[in-house]
């Protein structure tokens, strides 16, 4: 295994993967896209993607892992939102529109039991995607 993979750590990242999910999350008009984030994300993943999210928090003590996860995230959202942002501080509005996201996705994926209100689900996109927007409108 360490032969092959480097580590445990190693070995885990090349089973499970953020990117696919992520892959052109930040694409598409501007205008209205913090709902369209968190759409794609909350109401179209499927228990794959959740189950995935799971196993990196679970293990993001691990050095390996944490930058693993830092790096997908910078990669498919941070860094190009930050290049399409107009007005002041496009890179630190684009890290907190990161940050609010994997904020959202522990609450609802790994603090909390799945939540089968489908409505309420709905209106939590909503509300938060207008939050979202005002980082990206600023």
């Given at each position: ?28 008009p501007?205008?209205g896209?913090?709902e369209?984030?968190?759409e ?19 293990a ?35 890290e ?9 996705l ?33």
């Open positions: 295994m360490i032969r092959h993979f480097g580590s445990k750590e190693g070995l885990f990242l090349e089973t499970v993967s953020v990117d696919e999910g992520l892959r052109g999350i930040t694409d598409g501007l205008e896209l913090g369209r984030i968190l794609r994300l909350v109401l179209r993943s499927g228990e794959e993607q959740q189950r995935v999210f799971r196993a990196l928090v679970g993001i003590d691990r050095a390996e892992v944490r930058t693993y996860f830092e790096q997908s995230a910078n990669r498919h959202v941070s860094q190009p939102l930050s290049q399409r942002l107009e007005g002041p501080d496009p890179e630190l509005r684009a907190l529109v990161t940050a609010q996201i994997a904020g959202l522990m609450k609802l994926w790994v603090l909390e039991p799945p939540c089968e209100d489908k409505a309420r689900v709905e209106r939590l996109v909503r509300i938060y995607g207008y939050a979202l927007q005002v980082l990206i409108d600023v």
